[in-house]
């Protein structure tokens, strides 16, 4: 049976940073994707933080196909059909070079990854799915069972970066299934324009874009965000709320993305364009306190397979990358000392992640996902109150502006006690802080 | 939850959508099954129906299900929503399935 240093279960961001980094320094790396070819299992929104992938590739912005910089930032709160409070920052030096961060379409961004992997000398197969992990007797993993014929592989080393649903894992027994509550399903259209339409909506021009990052009623008291992103010549607009709300409700994740496309802020920004693709991908936002074991005795996991996503930011495929990498260095480093991937010595692995801002980033919003969990009404009442508001206020009709404010703020008490209020802006500074 | 009532969504056929994906469908090897129709059939909320984002989950004319996974998008969200376990889920073999061409 044929025997390689390192196993690497999936070619999406994690995945492909830790092969890449391990074959770069010698190892013998065999990479496994189910996929026809990397990414064509994938979604994302997809904004790229260029900082992790800088790291392991510094150069990438010579290669990689990138679709737009981010120029402007928009944050939204939408009111169900009808209102859009909202903040845009846009900053002259978002637009020099080196950009911090990118759109891309991970269909293609993927394959790219993948040709640089294939490059520093990885074995890549694709087409093929892991069915399970190889144990010894004493329950070491030593390989990977594939569905092919004589489909065994074995490995000093396994690394799971196979995905959310994180289904490896959980059939060796080393973690258990993750849970529709650390879960949101989002789902994404592509629609295409022409770029000059684009660049004339969203005021850009070149390589320009635009991210608007969307709350409110739009997830119908879910708790749940939209985006919407400018690629060269299409667009990717999507919805995703937690799976422990969307199972007690009854309207249909496609229902939801149709009343984002229809809302009146939205609708004259995509109005015309053809919906070439429509997906749906699972995002692990548990944080912290969803985090599996991490490591054991022949194997590590990385990226969104561990559930490192930083939901409040919106970050994941540089936590992805950026766990890839660590995962590497941890293997390259004992290889070099002569030491055995046991549990013990692969706890090197945490540590790099305990001193990053992978863990503490995911630390510092630990309490965000049960605050917005037990307390729903922080993105359905807030936002339609906002909206209110500012309708009130910006609406000429005569009433003294003393009396308008009054009642503004008398709006606001009737819909939540002024305790509540309180109790409010503690909770979200506890989790926020 | 707190959405007003007299607010309703369009109902949109995901068929539709569907229909500008690309797949290859592995035929007469469905990646995804019921264990037990039984449970389906006394399943009171039926989550599998509304949280599919492919509109795989359907209820048949006896209240059961009607299970088809041509269109399936292999989010995992049926194994996650049903409190039964009731769902064998798998991915498809590889190369076949879902073929994102963006992503
Ligand atoms: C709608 C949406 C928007 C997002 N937006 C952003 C964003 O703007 N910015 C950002 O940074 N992050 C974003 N994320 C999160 C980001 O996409 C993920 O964090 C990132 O893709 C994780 O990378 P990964 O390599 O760990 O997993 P994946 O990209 O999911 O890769 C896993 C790979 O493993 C393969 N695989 C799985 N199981 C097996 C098996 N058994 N055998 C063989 N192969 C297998 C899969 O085919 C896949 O290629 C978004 C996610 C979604 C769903
Ligand atoms: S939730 Fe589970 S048990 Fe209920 S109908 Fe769906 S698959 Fe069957
Ligand atoms: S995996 Fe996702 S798309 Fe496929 S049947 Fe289940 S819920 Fe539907």
Redesign the pocket.
């Known amino acids: 049976m044929e025997k390689f240093d390192v196993i690497v279960?999936?070619?999406?961001?994690?995945?492909n940073a830790a092969a890449y980094t391990l074959a770069r320094a010698g190892l013998s790396v065999l990479q496994?994707?189910?996929?026809e070819s990397?990414g064509t299992?994938?979604?994302?929104?997809?904004?790229l933080?260029a900082d992790a992938l800088e790291k392991i590739i510094p150069d990438f912005r010579d290669s990689a196909p990138l679709e737009r910089h981010v120029a402007e930032q928009r944050m939204w709160l939408l009111d169900e059909n009808q209102s859009c409070t909202g903040a845009t920052y846009r900053d002259a030096r978002f637009s020099q070079e080196p950009h911090n961060r990118y759109t891309i379409i991970r269909a293609r961004f993927d394959r790219w990854f993948s040709g640089k992997v294939k490059d520093a000398g990885a074995l890549v197969i694709c087409e093929?799915?892991?069915t399970e992990l190889l144990r010894d007797p004493a329950g070491k993993v030593i390989g990977v069972r594939t569905e092919r014929a004589q489909g065994d592989i074995l490995a000093d080393c396994v690394i799971l970066?196979?995905?959310?649903n994180a289904?490896?894992g959980e059939r060796a027994g080393l973690r258990p299934r993750v849970k529709a509550e650390d879960m949101a399903l989002?789902v994404?259209e592509v629609i295409f324009l022409p770029r000059e339409t684009i660049e004339s909506r969203f005021n850009i021009a070149d390589t320009q874009g635009v991210v608007i990052e969307i709350a409110g009623n739009i997830t119908h008291g879910m708790v749940g965000t939209g985006f919407l992103y400018t690629n060269r010549d299409s667009l990717a607009i999507?919805i995703?709320c937690m799976l422990a709300d969307m199972k007690r409700q009854s309207l249909t994740p496609c229902q939801l993305l149709e009343g984002l496309k229809r809302h009146p802020a939205v609708q004259p920004l995509i109005e015309g364009a053809e919906m070439k693709e429509y997906s749906a991908?699972l995002?692990p936002e548990g944080g912290y306190r969803a985090l599996p074991q991490l490591y054991g005795e022949g194997w590590l996991v990385?990226?969104?397979?561990a559930g490192f996503?930083n939901a409040v930011h919106?970050?994941?495929?540089?936590?992805?990358m950026t766990s890839g990498r660590f995962a590497a260095e941890t293997l390259i480093g004992l290889r070099q000392a002569g030491k055995p991937f046991t549990a013990a010595n692969l706890a090197a692995y945490k540590r790099r992640l305990d001193d990053s801002f992978v863990m503490a980033d995911l630390k510092k919003y630990q309490g965000v996902p049960e605050l917005l969990h037990d307390h729903p009404h922080i993105l359905g009442t807030y936002p339609r109150f906002l909206g209110d508001a500012a309708r009130e206020a910006l609406t000429v009709d005569g009433e003294p502006k003393r009396d308008k404010q009054k009642r503004i703020l008398g709006e606001l008490t009737r819909k939540r006690s002024v305790l509540g209020l309180l109790g409010d802006a503690y909770r979200f500074w506890r989790a926020f802080r | 939850m707190n959405a007003p009532a007299e607010f309703a969504l369009p109902k949109v056929n995901v068929e539709e959508k569907l229909f500008q994906d690309r797949y290859r469908v592995d035929v007469g090897k469905p990646h995804i099954k019921v264990r037990d129709a039984g449970v389906c059939a006394s399943c009171a909320a039926k989550p599998c129906t509304v949280c599919c984002p492919a509109g795989c989950w359907s209820i048949d004319e006896d209240g059961g299900i009607d299970l088809m996974v041509d269109g399936c998008l292999e989010c995992g969200t049926c194994r996650l929503v049903c409190d039964e376990g009731n769902v064998d889920w798998n991915?498809p073999r590889g190369g076949f399935g879902i073929l994102f061409k963006f992503g």
């Open positions: 279960v999936g070619a999406g961001p994690s995945g496994l994707e189910r996929g990397p299992k994938n979604v994302q929104g997809a904004i933080y093929t799915t892991v970066a196979d995905g959310a289904l490896l989002a994404k999507g995703g991908h995002i990385v990226g969104d397979s996503v919106r970050e994941g495929s540089n936590l992805a | 991915y």
